[in-house]
């Protein structure tokens, strides 16, 4: 890969830019800095924004919370919050025995838990994990951004991370935390000296978003774009775009909503935005016009270079991995750097160093007898949107001599009554990909096979277990394999399986 290119800017008047507000973490006079060696939480602060109580001998001050007993830090708090397939209880004794410095527990769960353990008694852990987002929220002066959207989540928090780091301390998910756990969890670790706040949120229903979003209060949202994912609880895009838009009820007054000038529900989010009593809204996009915009598009090995405008400046920057729908994404993440007050050169210089994560396009040189394949994983999870960046994703993934482009595709499930349709549908975008064979897995990804042509046939199964040994069998040198489907078509396992037969030489970064 070549050295990413030098932002480039140009002044513009004023007004034509959104308003960017300066950072200030401190009174005046006072350094932020003034308690390097503070705790995340102090034992008052928690027992104060949880209204709990006390109980054992030996309790300090917090530096952490968590609630996976198997991953806890020495001093951290582990909150034991009851799943649907585990309670956090029946793991209370093994965090504290691994360094815990104290339990967030039931008030009546604590009879069954060990007499001598350090806890910090509430009526409920989860509502209490809650109080402390809040009040990690409200302790906060940390300019703060949220995401959301059908697909581009995690790939766009990962980017926006990158380029506010150079801007200030910047706090974001360690994963995919975008539900309500993961997103008051991030909350309750947010540091008191945060200037910059990361978060994604995340729905499969109506109603989720609202109270996730009122507790994050961000200064600016974006919504990356709005597909048919979990179509079966919605119904039509319409509805998920309605579900997508309660991202505009937490945001802060005067506030900036950062919307997709090239999707379809653009006109919808935009009403919807206004009638939540939004007045700045600002576009993004690869089209055209927007108030963020792509002009020139060079797709690279390994990473894409962009040159566009964010609110009238010019800038040139590259994305350390390929993909167009990651070039919109870091529009969106330009805009939002913009709006907070951060950076702007640097942020673009920051995000030659994005890689696409594991599950999400991250590209792996399998190393073969006689040369070597690319392998890109997209496993993670798939629905039409996803599966056509994919595929695209595919088609600009060069191949060396002799070599061909394989795409292995499973099921995209929750897609209701229209899953035979989207899944035919995918006809159109197999053959731009290029293509030259597709491996086909699950009884809803058949009605995509019956319909592609003998020569682009490789396999097809309803289990993608199945297709492991034909795989296996049919890589040669300079093929490039995409391997994608929801979660439950189980198609991470084959790619975990191509990379122990074929030991990978590197994982795609430069």
Same mark, same amino acid.
């Given at each position: 890969?070549?050295? *990413?290119?030098?932002?480039i800017?140009?002044?513009?008047?004023?007004a +034509?830019? *959104?308003?960017a507000t300066?950072i200030?973490?401190s009174?005046?006079?006072e350094?932020?800095?003034a308690?390097?060696? @503070?705790?995340l939480w102090?034992?008052?602060?928690?027992?104060?924004a949880?209204?709990?109580?006390?109980?054992g001998t030996?309790v %300090?001050?917090?530096?952490g919370?968590?609630?996976d007993?198997r991953?806890?830090?020495p001093?951290?708090a582990?909150v034991a919050?009851?799943g649907?397939r585990?309670?956090?209880?029946?793991?209370?004794?093994?965090?504290?025995?691994?360094?815990?410095?104290l339990?967030?527990v039931? @008030?009546?769960?604590?009879d069954?838990?060990?007499?001598?353990?350090?806890y =910090?008694?509430?009526?409920?852990?989860?509502e209490?994990?809650?109080?402390?987002?809040r009040?990690a929220?409200a @302790?906060?002066?940390?300019?703060?951004v949220? !995401?959301t959207?059908?697909?581009?989540k995690?790939s +766009?928090?990962?980017?926006?991370?990158?380029a506010l780091?150079?801007?200030?301390?910047?706090?974001?998910?360690?994963?995919?935390?975008?539900?309500h756990?993961? !997103?008051?969890l991030t =909350?309750a670790?947010m /540091?008191?000296? +945060?200037e910059?706040g990361?978060?994604?949120?995340g729905?499969?229903?109506?109603g989720e978003?609202t109270p996730?979003v009122?507790?994050v209060r961000p200064?600016?949202?974006?919504? +990356?774009?709005?597909?048919?994912?979990?179509?079966e609880f919605?119904?039509?895009?319409?509805r998920?775009?309605?579900a997508?838009?309660?991202?505009?009820l937490?945001?802060?007054?005067g506030?900036?909503a950062?919307?997709?000038?090239d999707?379809?529900?653009?006109?919808?989010?935009t009403y919807?935005?206004?009638?939540?009593?939004?007045r700045?809204?600002?576009?993004?996009?690869?089209?055209?016009?927007?108030? !963020?915009?792509a002009e @020139?598009?060079?797709?690279?090995?390994g990473c894409t %270079?962009?040159?566009g405008?964010?609110f009238?400046k010019?800038?040139?920057?590259?994305?350390?991995?390929?993909g167009?729908?990651?070039?919109?994404n870091?529009?969106a993440?330009?805009?939002?750097v913009a709006?907070?007050?951060?950076?702007l050169a640097?942020?673009g210089?920051?995000l030659?160093?994005?890689?696409?994560?594991?599950?999400?396009?991250?590209?792996a040189?399998?190393r073969?007898?006689?040369?070597r394949?690319?392998l890109?994983?997209?496993?993670?999870?798939?629905?039409?949107?996803?599966?056509?960046a994919?595929?695209?994703?595919?088609?600009e993934?060069?191949?060396?001599?002799?070599?061909r482009r394989?795409a292995?595709?499973?099921?995209?499930?929750?897609?209701?009554?229209a899953?035979r349709q989207?899944h035919?549908?995918?006809?159109? /975008?197999?053959?731009?990909s290029?293509a030259? =064979?597709?491996?086909c897995a699950?009884p809803?990804?058949h009605?995509?096979?019956e319909?592609?042509p003998?020569?682009q046939?490789?396999?097809y199964?309803?289990?993608?277990?199945? =297709?492991?040994s034909?795989?296996?069998?049919?890589?040669?040198?300079?093929?490039?394999?995409?391997?994608?489907?929801s979660l439950g078509t189980r198609?991470g396992?084959l790619v975990?399986a191509?990379?122990?037969e074929? *030991?990978v030489?590197d994982?795609?970064a430069?």
């Amino acid at each position: 890969m070549s050295p *990413p290119a030098a932002p480039i800017f140009t002044a513009v008047p004023r007004a +034509t830019a *959104p308003r960017a507000t300066a950072i200030s973490l401190s009174a005046p006079g006072e350094p932020v800095d003034a308690e390097p060696d @503070r705790p995340l939480w102090r034992l008052d602060e928690m027992v104060e924004a949880t209204g709990g109580e006390l109980r054992g001998t030996g309790v %300090s001050d917090i530096s952490g919370i968590s609630i996976d007993s198997r991953s806890i830090a020495p001093g951290e708090a582990f909150v034991a919050i009851a799943g649907e397939r585990f309670d956090g209880h029946d793991f209370a004794g093994m965090a504290l025995a691994a360094g815990a410095g104290l339990a967030i527990v039931a @008030r009546d769960r604590l009879d069954r838990l060990p007499a001598d353990g350090r806890y =910090l008694v509430v009526d409920d852990p989860l509502e209490a994990l809650r109080d402390l987002g809040r009040a990690a929220r409200a @302790r906060s002066r940390a300019r703060i951004v949220a !995401v959301t959207g059908s697909v581009g989540k995690t790939s +766009t928090k990962d980017m926006l991370k990158l380029a506010l780091d150079p801007s200030g301390r910047t706090h974001a998910p360690v994963a995919s935390f975008n539900n309500h756990w993961g !997103v008051p969890l991030t =909350l309750a670790r947010m /540091p008191a000296d +945060t200037e910059f706040g990361v978060f994604e949120i995340g729905m499969n229903h109506p109603g989720e978003i609202t109270p996730l979003v009122q507790m994050v209060r961000p200064h600016a949202v974006i919504v +990356t774009t709005v597909e048919a994912v979990h179509l079966e609880f919605f119904g039509s895009l319409e509805r998920i775009a309605q579900a997508k838009a309660e991202i505009f009820l937490g945001l802060e007054p005067g506030g900036l909503a950062l919307l997709n000038r090239d999707n379809n529900q653009f006109d919808l989010l935009t009403y919807l935005a206004k009638a939540a009593g939004i007045r700045r809204i600002a576009t993004f996009g690869r089209a055209g016009p927007a108030d !963020v915009e792509a002009e @020139r598009i060079s797709a690279q090995t390994g990473c894409t %270079s962009i040159s566009g405008h964010v609110f009238g400046k010019k800038i040139a920057y590259k994305v350390g991995a390929p993909g167009e729908h990651l070039v919109t994404n870091s529009l969106a993440v330009l805009a939002a750097v913009a709006e907070l007050g951060g950076d702007l050169a640097r942020a673009g210089m920051a995000l030659a160093a994005f890689r696409a994560p594991k599950g999400r396009g991250e590209q792996a040189s399998l190393r073969l007898a006689e040369g070597r394949a690319t392998l890109i994983d997209e496993s993670y999870n798939a629905n039409p949107a996803s599966m056509r960046a994919a595929l695209g994703l595919l088609r600009e993934t060069p191949i060396e001599r002799n070599g061909r482009r394989i795409a292995v595709i499973g099921d995209m499930l929750e897609l209701g009554d229209a899953e035979r349709q989207l899944h035919a549908a995918l006809r159109g /975008p197999v053959a731009e990909s290029g293509a030259d =064979l597709v491996y086909c897995a699950g009884p809803r990804m058949h009605a995509l096979w019956e319909m592609l042509p003998k020569h682009q046939r490789g396999a097809y199964s309803e289990e993608a277990a199945s =297709l492991q040994s034909l795989l296996v069998e049919d890589i040669r040198p300079g093929d490039v394999i995409m391997i994608k489907g929801s979660l439950g078509t189980r198609m991470g396992p084959l790619v975990e399986a191509l990379k122990r037969e074929f *030991p990978v030489e590197d994982d795609g970064a430069e």
